[in-house]
């Protein structure tokens, strides 16, 4: 089944919207204008109290019940707004505000709603509910901007439930097949498919096939430095390289005690052998910011007293620097065929990924940045870590992150924080940076 | 609660039972007395229709509905048998053919009709069934043992579904408490108090109480050492010296990306270093016959994207001489502590159990021997490398166990074999050894 498309797709439609007679830019917000940040807080708290997990904190999996019960309070205050709602076939909604030319591409606002399982508030949810917090904020003004704009909420950004992460926006890229996709089983059990079809979000409409102005994100930091720094919003200049596995390991059942160890062909210690590796690999390459990370293993039968014949892994390595990446990830494939070798077992890649890099637009990063200046906010440009829905966004439109600071920088933990206070200057950024790509000439 | 209670207990009742006037023996059976192997084989036939797992073999893990179905089966056969029936507060089963001494202390026969999740359909069961053949052979011969003969089941002895393996004997034996064995709980959720209750097997009669005249224990050797030389019978002088681990390590969640490797608490990091430890442990002993078994790890969320806050692992070292298994289980503790260190992780023992030496009775032992010898039986002294409920009887009564080939040592595993024909030899010297301790003199 195709899974990966290297490089980005229909790139003849972008340049046919560059065929188009030159526009007149209209006229910037005034810098006065501004979100209602009550008005978005309680978004944020209504949001608070579906799929509640530990205190404080979310537990809203992709697909559950509780991604339902949200995607059903977003979608009804979509419809409020008057905007006109769809949803594709592995789920992600867009929800569209019309422009004065609506034959021109739309600019696409989004992030998820979706958390992980021992999730914060916060996370991608300010960057969908930012973005309606944003229409409305046009509303309010009687600002209809030239190009049409659409909240787009991803399905399964987390890849809490599903593996991989971020399929939707992979999927809408063309970088993952839309079978494929729908045919991902969940971690507890049930098809990708079938679960969009429960919970009443297998839309009909097909996946990517249009070509958006642009892509903004806001989202969470995710780490200390903007909060450290004291500073009120992030540019995101580019992205960590990014190197993620998703294996098997198969070997056989035999007995603890008497079977000999160099009969044994044990999965859950080809498991663990990798897993330690990445974590040291993540180690070793501390000091420059390099990460390795041990994510989940799964195994079976994984009992006291037996060998287990199949193990699963997703790990990952990152680093800023692309050569150090590469060499991180060389290291990780490298203990991923000695972990088999050393226990017996066999190895099957399910899955490879990689991001990062300077995949953000410069020119949306200049208005970003720009905007946050003329706003007054002080801002720093900075690099993501994490992966996001606009690293597969940037594959086919040109596309720019905005960050808010998070509370030490805390996150996917129920204590992820992030004030309302705090999060006016990137809300305000964002509805200057998006109204004035979409006005632009 | 109380766990653990080191040595036997309750020896003064054997005292007493020594102060009994000296009795004579009875007449040994002549060696042409010979078990049915065709009705035990039919046996082993119906258990092999319960509980059924991969092609071939079994999946009855202890207090599901399959044990429950089995123990029914079992109950019957043991009641169509007219012995006495009781059920312990464990749900170990015991049923009683009288002597022609009901005063004297039972001869138990026994071993365990559990298996793992890929379990075969030998294993324990050979001894509980083997034991049923014995009392219908007696039947036939219309011979009355002069000791009263009890057969035993015991409950969770592989310790699948409830770790720690073997606690329905360790409990009879004084080595775990009642109520701590109660409220141990399934890797599926429930408790296995509740569990017995639910499955009808929450018997009313005290654990323990009894000082039985000897315990014999047939099973498959779960080794390839009596098929590779071609033997018919194992008499097992003494067992590996096995060291046992059940422990929690506790960190924080986070995000796989910005989160600093300085700052990372990941505890499926740290159990995966523990467990490739305990593997490397083996591999370096494996020359002298050691094991180091990474057996069991389960981790919270365990997802792609974010890092566990908790995960539970089950390992074990095992070694035939006692100082070199001190000395790994030594090292196994040392990783411990080293990979919570590494991970910045706290830890938590749950549970240690160590079992082996030269634990069995010397008497029995000669008296096995010697059985197989007068049967013209092709049979070897061997090591018992697995656990047994036989190593916790053996703390309070006279203790041997008598091993069955099984075909190129497979077990815990669907094509774990043995013919009907190989099974004879191994039930014929239980017969004979069973028969000439209930009437010894």
Redesign the interface.
Known sequence: MRRGIVGPVRVEDRDAAALRPPLKAKPMLPTDCSVDTARFWSTIETSATIGVGREGGLSRLALTDDDRAMRDVFVTWCREAQLDVRVDKVGTIFARRSGTDDTLPPVFVGSHLDT????GRFDGIVGVLGALELVRTLDDLGHVTRRPIEIVNWTNE????F???MVASGCFAGSYALDWVLSLKA?DGPRFGDELARIGYAGDHPVGGIVPDAYFELHI????ILDAARMEVGVVTHA?H?H?L?ANFSG???????????KRR?A??A???L??AV?DI??D??AT???????????????????S?WAQI?C?V?HEDEAIAAEMQRRMMEALEAAAK??HCGYDVLDTWNWGGRIFDETLIALVRDTAGRLGLRHQDLPS???HDAYFMARICPTVMIFTPCRD??????NEFVSEAELRPALNTLLHSVVARADRG
């Open positions: 992980q399982a021992n999730g987390e890849g809490a439930r593996s991989p992460p971690d930091e995710q780490g200390p960590y990014s993620g998703l056989e059942t035999a007995h603890t005690g008497p079977w000999p160890m160099e044990n859950l210690a498991g663990a052998r897993l330690t974590d993540g180690l390459h501390a910011g390099g990460k390795g990370t041990a994510a989940r293993l799964v195994a079976w039968p994984n009992k006291a007293g037996i060998l014949d997703v990952d990152r050393r226990t870590q994490a992966g920088g805390i996150t996917h933990n129920n």
